[in-house]
C-alpha cells in the first residue's frame, strides 16, 4: 500500500458518515409526515368523490383511478427515501467509487488494474448480463463496476447503473479518445444533477502490435498523449454542459493508457514493466483518487448521505409545483368554459322558450281557423269526435312539436360538442409543458389519459327523446282525445222537426264550436306545458348537469392543486434546511467555523450552484468562498436578503430581467417573469429564486 495508504482517512470517513446519517435520517422522517399529510388529504378528496353523485362514468372512473394513483405515488416516494438512505447506511463502512462507461471504453481493464487480475473479464462487456454488478476492493475503497451505460446498452442496465450512483462517493467516468457522443454527456448530466464528484478518466487509444518495438510504441503513444489534441475532446465534451445548464468546468480530466498499464502488471521484465507503468500515466489516475479522498472524504461521505434525500427532494418540489400549476390552469380552463356555457344556456333557453311558444301559436291559430267549418260540417254528427281525431292527425301536430324539440337538442348537442372539443384542446395544450421528473405520478389530464369530454357531455343515456316519446304518447291519450267527451252528448238529432230547428242547429253548432275551442286551447296548453318540461329537462339534466360535473371535477383538481403546492413548499423548507446543513458541514471542513453564523438560508441546485443568501452589509471571504467551491464542487454565488419578494426575485435573477417587468399574484403565489428564450443559466436562477422566495416562478 505504501503511498496509498488511506486507513487512518477511512477512519475519519466512517465518522464523517455517521454525522451524514444522523442529518439525512433526521430529514427522512419529517418528509414522512410531511407525505403522509399529503396523501391523507388526497385520500379524503379521493372518499369525497367517490361519495358524490356520478354523471359520466367514463370521466369520474378515470379522475378517481388517476387519483388512486396520486396517492400511491406519495407512498411511494416516501417509501424511496427511506429505501435509499437505508441502502446507504448499510455500507456505512465503505468510501464507495462506481465506474461509468459505455461497453469497450475499459471499464474491465481498470477493474483488472486495480485488482491485479489475470485480463479474463478484458472485452467482454458486451457479454454481461443486465444484474451483472462487480465489486471490488482497492486500496481499501470499494470500486463498484456497472453494465455499460447510453444508448448502447437497454434501459434496464442504465437504471441498474443510475441506482448504483445514488450510493457513490466518488464517480470515475470513462470516455475514449474518440469523438465525444451525445449519450456519454447525457448520462454525464444525470450524474452531476445527482451531485456527484466526478474524475473523467480518458482512455487514450493506441494499439500495441505483437513484435512491434518498444521504442515504436512508445512513440506512437506519447503521440496520441498530445495535449492540444486531448485538449480539443475535453473541450468538446464540456460543451454539452451548456445546453444541459450546468458547468463541468471543475471536473477534473485524467489521460490514461489502460491498456499499457495492464501490461505493466504483466511484464515480468521489470524495466519494462517500468517503461508501460509511465507511458501508461496510471500513476495519475491513482494518485488523484487518493488525493481526493485525503483531502475531500470525510466532506464526501457526509455529502452522499445528504444528497440522497436532498436531490431527489428538490425534483420532487419542482415537478409538484409544475404540477399544481398545471392543474390549477386545467380548473381555470373548465371554470371558463363553464361560464361561457352559463352565459349561452340564459341565450338558448330563451331562444328555445320563444320557439316553442311561436310554435304553439300556430298550432292553436290554425285550429281556430278551422273550427267553424268542422262545426258546420259536423255539428248534428255523432261520430263528430272521431271525425275531430282524423282531422287533427292530419295536421301532424305531433311531428311538428317533435322536430322542434330535436331541432333544439340537435342545437345543444352542437354546442356542447363545441365545448368538448375546446376543453380537450386546452387541457392538451397546458399538460404539454409539463416535465415528469422525480416524482412519477400523472397529472390529473394528461396527454395518455386524458378523457372523451364527448362522453361526459353526451354519454350517460341523457337525451330528451325519452321525454319526446312521453310528451306524445300523452298526447295521444289525452287531449286531442277530450274532443269526444265534449262533442258526445250533444243531444241535438232528436229535434230536427222541432218548429225551433234552425235555432237549435244553431244552438248545437255554437255548443260544438266552444267545446272544440276549449279543447284546441286545453291541447295546445298541454303541449306548451310538456314541451317546456322537455326543455327544462333538457337544460336542467344535459346542459346544467354538465355544468354540475365541471364543478365536481374541478372541486378535485383545485384540492388537488392546493394538496400538490403546500407539499412542495413543506418539501422546499426540508430541502432549504439540509442545504444549510451541508454548507455548515463544508465549512467546518475548510477551517472556517462561525462563518456559518452569516448565513441566512441557503438555495441549492445538487452538483451546479449553491446560493447563499447574506444579511445586508455581511462579506463572505473570498479566500473561503473559493475553498467552499472546491470543496462543494458547485458554484458558490451570494445574494443579500429583502423582505420584498419583487426585490429578492430580481436579485436572484439578475440584470437579464427588468424588475419592473415581475408582476406578482400575491393570493395564489406566483410570479409572472417574461422568460422566453430563457438561457439554461437564467432557468437555474430561477428554481434558485423560487426556493427563497417561496413564489413560483412562470414565464408571462
Same mark, same amino acid.
Given at each position: 500500500m505504501g503511498e496509498y495508504d488511506l486507513s487512518a482517512v477511512l477512519d475519519k470517513c466512517k465518522k464523517s458518515a455517521k454525522a451524514g446519517y444522523i442529518i439525512a435520517s433526521g430529514q427522512e422522517k419529517n418528509l414522512s409526515k410531511v407525505l403522509s399529510v399529503a396523501k391523507e388529504k388526497v385520500r379524503s378528496a379521493l372518499y369525497d368523490f367517490r361519495n358524490s353523485p356520478c354523471y359520466s362514468s367514463e370521466a369520474t372512473s378515470l379522475l378517481e383511478g388517476q387519483l388512486s394513483e396520486i396517492e400511491q405515488a406519495f407512498l411511494k416516494l416516501s417509501f424511496a427515501f427511506r429505501e435509499d438512505l437505508e441502502n446507504l447506511h448499510n455500507n456505512m463502512s465503505k468510501f464507495s467509487i462506481t465506474l461509468f462507461g459505455r461497453t469497450m471504453a475499459g471499464k474491465s481493464t481498470l477493474m483488472e488494474i486495480l485488482t491485479e487480475g489475470n485480463g479474463e473479464t478484458i472485452g467482454k462487456g458486451a457479454q454481461r448480463t443486465t444484474r451483472d454488478v462487480r465489486k471490488y476492493t482497492w486500496n481499501e475503497l470499494e470500486i463498484t463496476d456497472v453494465p455499460g451505460i447510453g444508448a448502447f446498452e437497454g434501459e434496464d442496465d442504465e437504471q441498474l447503473a443510475f441506482e448504483a450512483a445514488k450510493t457513490a462517493d466518488l464517480i470515475l467516468f470513462l470516455i475514449t479518445d474518440d469523438a465525444p457522443q451525445a449519450a456519454e454527456a447525457e448520462c454525464f448530466r444525470r450524474i452531476i444533477a445527482l451531485s456527484k464528484p466526478i474524475i473523467c478518466v480518458m482512455n487514450v487509444k493506441a494499439s500495441i502490435a505483437e513484435g512491434k518495438s518498444i521504442k515504436l510504441v512508445k512513440r506512437d503513444i506519447q503521440k496520441r498523449f498530445d495535449m492540444e489534441r486531448l485538449g480539443t475532446i475535453r473541450n468538446q465534451f464540456l460543451k454539452y454542459a451548456d445546453q444541459f445548464g450546468q458547468a463541468w468546468t471543475h471536473v477534473p480530466f485524467i489521460y490514461v493508457h489502460l491498456k499499457s498499464a495492464y501490461l505493466a502488471q504483466q511484464e515480468s521484465d521489470s524495466e519494462l514493466a517500468e517503461l508501460f507503468s509511465q507511458i501508461s500515466r496510471i500513476e495519475f489516475l491513482k494518485n488523484r483518487v487518493v488525493d481526493q479522498v485525503k483531502i475531500k472524504g470525510m466532506f464526501l461521505r457526509i455529502k452522499t448521505f445528504i444528497d440522497i434525500i436532498?436531490?431527489?427532494?428538490?425534483?420532487?418540489?419542482?415537478?409538484? +409545483?409544475? =404540477? $399544481?400549476?398545471?392543474? @390549477? /390552469?386545467?380548473?381555470?380552463?373548465?371554470?371558463?368554459?363553464?361560464?361561457?356555457? %352559463?352565459?349561452?344556456?340564459?341565450?338558448?333557453?330563451?331562444?328555445?322558450?320563444?320557439q316553442i311558444s311561436s310554435l304553439i301559436l300556430k298550432i292553436r291559430s290554425d285550429l281556430n281557423s278551422e273550427i267553424a267549418s268542422f262545426a258546420e260540417e259536423h255539428f248534428s254528427d255523432k261520430n263528430a269526435d272521431k271525425a275531430w281525431n282524423e282531422f287533427l292527425k292530419q295536421r301532424r301536430i305531433e311531428?311538428?312539436?317533435?322536430? +322542434?324539440? =330535436? $331541432?333544439?337538442?340537435? @342545437? /345543444?348537442?352542437?354546442?356542447?360538442?363545441?365545448?368538448?372539443?375546446?376543453?380537450? %384542446?386546452?387541457?392538451?395544450?397546458?399538460?404539454?409543458?409539463?416535465?415528469?421528473?422525480?416524482?412519477?405520478?400523472?397529472?390529473?389530464v394528461d396527454g395518455k389519459k386524458l378523457w372523451n369530454w364527448s362522453s361526459v357531455i353526451l354519454g350517460g343515456g341523457l337525451s330528451v327523446a325519452t321525454g319526446i316519446a312521453y310528451l306524445f304518447g300523452s298526447v295521444a291519450a289525452g287531449p286531442l282525445g277530450w274532443a269526444a267527451l265534449a262533442v258526445t252528448g250533444i243531444g241535438i238529432l232528436g229535434s230536427l222537426f222541432s218548429k225551433s230547428r234552425e235555432k237549435k242547429e244553431l244552438k248545437a253548432r255554437m255548443r260544438l264550436e266552444k267545446c272544440l275551442q276549449d279543447n284546441v286551447s286545453k291541447t295546445c296548453d298541454f303541449l306548451h306545458t310538456q314541451m317546456k318540461k322537455n326543455l327544462d329537462s333538457l337544460i336542467s339534466i344535459r346542459i346544467e348537469g354538465l355544468m354540475r360535473e365541471m364543478d365536481k371535477i374541478n372541486s378535485i383538481i383545485f384540492r388537488l392543486a392546493d394538496t400538490q403546492r403546500e407539499l412542495a413548499w413543506a418539501l422546499n423548507e426540508h430541502f432549504i434546511e439540509l442545504n444549510r446543513q451541508i454548507i455548515t458541514e463544508a465549512i467546518k471542513l475548510i477551517g472556517a467555523e462561525g462563518l456559518e453564523w452569516h448565513i441566512q438560508s441557503v438555495a441549492r441546485i445538487p452538483g451546479n450552484t449553491s446560493l447563499i443568501m447574506l444579511r445586508d452589509g455581511t462579506v463572505f471571504p473570498r479566500e473561503q468562498r473559493d475553498e467552499l467551491h472546491k470543496m462543494m464542487d458547485e458554484q458558490i454565488n451570494f445574494v443579500y436578503d429583502s423582505d420584498n419578494k419583487k426585490v429578492l426575485i430580481s436579485r436572484v435573477l439578475g440584470k437579464d430581467i427588468n424588475r419592473n417587468q415581475i408582476d406578482i399574484e400575491e393570493k395564489i403565489g406566483v410570479a409572472h417573469v417574461p422568460l422566453n428564450d430563457a438561457t439554461p443559466n437564467l432557468i437555474n436562477r430561477v428554481r434558485l429564486a423560487q426556493q427563497f422566495?417561496?413564489?413560483q416562478i412562470i414565464s408571462q
Amino acid at each position: 500500500m505504501g503511498e496509498y495508504d488511506l486507513s487512518a482517512v477511512l477512519d475519519k470517513c466512517k465518522k464523517s458518515a455517521k454525522a451524514g446519517y444522523i442529518i439525512a435520517s433526521g430529514q427522512e422522517k419529517n418528509l414522512s409526515k410531511v407525505l403522509s399529510v399529503a396523501k391523507e388529504k388526497v385520500r379524503s378528496a379521493l372518499y369525497d368523490f367517490r361519495n358524490s353523485p356520478c354523471y359520466s362514468s367514463e370521466a369520474t372512473s378515470l379522475l378517481e383511478g388517476q387519483l388512486s394513483e396520486i396517492e400511491q405515488a406519495f407512498l411511494k416516494l416516501s417509501f424511496a427515501f427511506r429505501e435509499d438512505l437505508e441502502n446507504l447506511h448499510n455500507n456505512m463502512s465503505k468510501f464507495s467509487i462506481t465506474l461509468f462507461g459505455r461497453t469497450m471504453a475499459g471499464k474491465s481493464t481498470l477493474m483488472e488494474i486495480l485488482t491485479e487480475g489475470n485480463g479474463e473479464t478484458i472485452g467482454k462487456g458486451a457479454q454481461r448480463t443486465t444484474r451483472d454488478v462487480r465489486k471490488y476492493t482497492w486500496n481499501e475503497l470499494e470500486i463498484t463496476d456497472v453494465p455499460g451505460i447510453g444508448a448502447f446498452e437497454g434501459e434496464d442496465d442504465e437504471q441498474l447503473a443510475f441506482e448504483a450512483a445514488k450510493t457513490a462517493d466518488l464517480i470515475l467516468f470513462l470516455i475514449t479518445d474518440d469523438a465525444p457522443q451525445a449519450a456519454e454527456a447525457e448520462c454525464f448530466r444525470r450524474i452531476i444533477a445527482l451531485s456527484k464528484p466526478i474524475i473523467c478518466v480518458m482512455n487514450v487509444k493506441a494499439s500495441i502490435a505483437e513484435g512491434k518495438s518498444i521504442k515504436l510504441v512508445k512513440r506512437d503513444i506519447q503521440k496520441r498523449f498530445d495535449m492540444e489534441r486531448l485538449g480539443t475532446i475535453r473541450n468538446q465534451f464540456l460543451k454539452y454542459a451548456d445546453q444541459f445548464g450546468q458547468a463541468w468546468t471543475h471536473v477534473p480530466f485524467i489521460y490514461v493508457h489502460l491498456k499499457s498499464a495492464y501490461l505493466a502488471q504483466q511484464e515480468s521484465d521489470s524495466e519494462l514493466a517500468e517503461l508501460f507503468s509511465q507511458i501508461s500515466r496510471i500513476e495519475f489516475l491513482k494518485n488523484r483518487v487518493v488525493d481526493q479522498v485525503k483531502i475531500k472524504g470525510m466532506f464526501l461521505r457526509i455529502k452522499t448521505f445528504i444528497d440522497i434525500i436532498s436531490s431527489p427532494m428538490l425534483e420532487s418540489f419542482e415537478n409538484l +409545483l409544475n =404540477q $399544481s400549476q398545471i392543474n @390549477s /390552469a386545467q380548473g381555470r380552463t373548465i371554470l371558463a368554459k363553464k361560464r361561457q356555457l %352559463n352565459d349561452w344556456k340564459e341565450v338558448f333557453y330563451r331562444d328555445g322558450q320563444a320557439q316553442i311558444s311561436s310554435l304553439i301559436l300556430k298550432i292553436r291559430s290554425d285550429l281556430n281557423s278551422e273550427i267553424a267549418s268542422f262545426a258546420e260540417e259536423h255539428f248534428s254528427d255523432k261520430n263528430a269526435d272521431k271525425a275531430w281525431n282524423e282531422f287533427l292527425k292530419q295536421r301532424r301536430i305531433e311531428l311538428g312539436c317533435q322536430e +322542434l324539440l =330535436q $331541432s333544439i337538442e340537435m @342545437s /345543444a348537442n352542437d354546442k356542447l360538442k363545441e365545448i368538448s372539443r375546446e376543453i380537450t %384542446n386546452e387541457l392538451k395544450f397546458a399538460v404539454s409543458f409539463a416535465d415528469d421528473k422525480a416524482l412519477k405520478m400523472d397529472k390529473i389530464v394528461d396527454g395518455k389519459k386524458l378523457w372523451n369530454w364527448s362522453s361526459v357531455i353526451l354519454g350517460g343515456g341523457l337525451s330528451v327523446a325519452t321525454g319526446i316519446a312521453y310528451l306524445f304518447g300523452s298526447v295521444a291519450a289525452g287531449p286531442l282525445g277530450w274532443a269526444a267527451l265534449a262533442v258526445t252528448g250533444i243531444g241535438i238529432l232528436g229535434s230536427l222537426f222541432s218548429k225551433s230547428r234552425e235555432k237549435k242547429e244553431l244552438k248545437a253548432r255554437m255548443r260544438l264550436e266552444k267545446c272544440l275551442q276549449d279543447n284546441v286551447s286545453k291541447t295546445c296548453d298541454f303541449l306548451h306545458t310538456q314541451m317546456k318540461k322537455n326543455l327544462d329537462s333538457l337544460i336542467s339534466i344535459r346542459i346544467e348537469g354538465l355544468m354540475r360535473e365541471m364543478d365536481k371535477i374541478n372541486s378535485i383538481i383545485f384540492r388537488l392543486a392546493d394538496t400538490q403546492r403546500e407539499l412542495a413548499w413543506a418539501l422546499n423548507e426540508h430541502f432549504i434546511e439540509l442545504n444549510r446543513q451541508i454548507i455548515t458541514e463544508a465549512i467546518k471542513l475548510i477551517g472556517a467555523e462561525g462563518l456559518e453564523w452569516h448565513i441566512q438560508s441557503v438555495a441549492r441546485i445538487p452538483g451546479n450552484t449553491s446560493l447563499i443568501m447574506l444579511r445586508d452589509g455581511t462579506v463572505f471571504p473570498r479566500e473561503q468562498r473559493d475553498e467552499l467551491h472546491k470543496m462543494m464542487d458547485e458554484q458558490i454565488n451570494f445574494v443579500y436578503d429583502s423582505d420584498n419578494k419583487k426585490v429578492l426575485i430580481s436579485r436572484v435573477l439578475g440584470k437579464d430581467i427588468n424588475r419592473n417587468q415581475i408582476d406578482i399574484e400575491e393570493k395564489i403565489g406566483v410570479a409572472h417573469v417574461p422568460l422566453n428564450d430563457a438561457t439554461p443559466n437564467l432557468i437555474n436562477r430561477v428554481r434558485l429564486a423560487q426556493q427563497f422566495s417561496r413564489i413560483q416562478i412562470i414565464s408571462q
